[in-house]
Structure formats: C-alpha cells, structure tokens
C-alpha cells in the first residue's frame, strides 16, 4: 500500500498570510504514460463532509477560489492556500488514487 | 444536484453485523465507481473499500477483508456495504461517495452514518 504522510499537523496562519501543506508519498504516484500524477486535495470543515478542491496535483475543481493551489510531482506534493481567509479554517488531507488501496493522509489542521 | 444519502448506522455489539445502504440520485449512478470512506470519531479519513460501475472492479482496505463486503443494486440506484464481525476499531462515521470510474479522485460525498461497536 502507498503510505502518504502530510507536515504539518496544525498550521496556525494570520489572516492573508500564506499557508503551505505538504504531502509525501512512498512511492511515485506519477504515471508515467499519462504523465499524470494521481495525487487530490481535500477540504474538510467541522461537520461536514470532505470536499475535492484540487485532483491531478494541480487542477483545481471548479467553484474553488484561486488563492489555492496545488503543486508537486512524483512523490512531492504542495497545496498552497496564498491569502488565507477566515473560511480556510479546515482539515485538508491529500489522497492518492494511483492504486488501490486509495489512501489518504493523516491530514493537516488549518487555524487562524 | 448529486445526493448521496446513507443509511444503517447504529449501536453494534463486538462480532454483529451491520448492513450500510447509500441511496444516491442527480447522476447517472451506472457510470461511477462508488466508495466507502470511514472516519473514526476526532480521526482522519480510511478508505475503506470500493466497487465499479460494472461490479467488475472490488476493492478493500486490508482491515476489513473477509469481514466487509460492498455490493451494488443499478436499478435503485443504492450501494451497500455489508459489515459482518465488526470489532470496536470499526466504530467510524461512514460516508459514501462516488468517483468516475477507473483511477479518478472522488468527487462527491455523502454527509455519513455513525457505526458505535461497543459491548
């Protein structure tokens, strides 16, 4: 199974500051005949759901704002979050889908 | 709108059973890879297993194979996911959710149902 593993745990952002989450994985999830890297961002706000804000690395869903961003390749991964709103506070986890089992990260805690 | 709507959570009692339903609606349910998700109480998330469009496709988390079996009924658009000698580790909020089908993230999710196994 691919481990993926997340820094920081918490991240404690001042308002319009920039937040940075990392993801790692043990082992590529670059697929080298797509040239795709099967790696999404999640969102999560207490009570609800999780929400897809990035899939590919580095497409953002649709409706999300464009302060996030997503970035990386092979086993490396950024989400970015340039101006950091009062709505951000959240859990954000990343996921590979490049096989089964589809694991996700332990998460990382976004706070003002 | 997509729905994904579970049902059949509850209080289980170490080594029940527990039958999970996800009525789902607003997309053509035939055509997407459906998922179980389960996130432990104050825990991150666990997938935990996933079926095909086609059924032809099954997968599990090793913690639960051999005791949890996900199924599929195209005609009510509902998934199931059967979960046979549950253990107190399994006590999660589970959350379906759907995905295209193949290697795709997932892109909808349902609000969950809450599995206590506690004796």
């Known amino acids: 199974d691919i481990v993926m593993t997340q820094s920081p745990d918490f991240l404690a952002v001042s308002l319009g500051e920039r937040a940075t989450i990392n993801c790692k994985s043990s082992?590529?999830?670059?697929?080298?005949?797509?040239?795709?890297?099967?790696l999404a961002w999640y969102q999560q706000k207490p009570g609800q759901p999780p929400k897809l804000l990035i899939s590919?690395?580095?497409i953002r869903e649709s409706g999300v704002p464009d302060r996030f961003s997503g970035s990386g390749s092979g086993a490396i991964f950024t989400l970015t979050i340039s101006s950091l709103q009062a709505e951000d506070v959240a859990l954000y986890y990343c996921?590979?889908?490049?096989?089964?089992?589809?694991?996700f990260g332990p998460g990382t805690k976004v706070d003002i | 709108d997509v729905q994904l709507v579970e049902s059949g959570g509850g209080l289980v009692k170490p080594g029940g059973s527990l039958r999970l339903s996800c009525a789902t609606s607003?997309?053509?349910?035939?055509?997407?890879?459906m998922h179980w998700v389960r996130q432990a109480p104050g825990r991150g998330l666990e997938w935990v297993s996933s079926?095909?469009?086609?059924?032809?496709?099954?997968y599990y988390t090793d913690s639960v194979k051999g005791r949890f079996t996900i199924s599929r009924d195209s005609a009510k658009n509902v998934f199931y996911l059967q979960m046979n000698t549950l253990r107190v580790e399994d006590t999660a909020v589970y959350l379906c959710?759907?995905?295209?089908?193949?290697?795709?993230?997932?892109?909808?999710w349902g609000q969950g149902t809450l599995v206590t196994v506690s004796s």
């Open positions: 959710a759907r995905g295209p089908d193949g290697y795709n993230p997932i892109d909808n």
């Open positions: 607003g997309f053509t349910f035939s055509t997407y890879t």
């Open positions: 079926i095909s469009s086609s059924s032809s496709y099954i």
């Open positions: 082992q590529s999830v670059l697929y080298t005949s797509t040239n795709k890297n099967y």
């Open positions: 590919w690395a580095s």
């Open positions: 996921q590979q889908y490049y096989s089964n089992p589809f694991t």
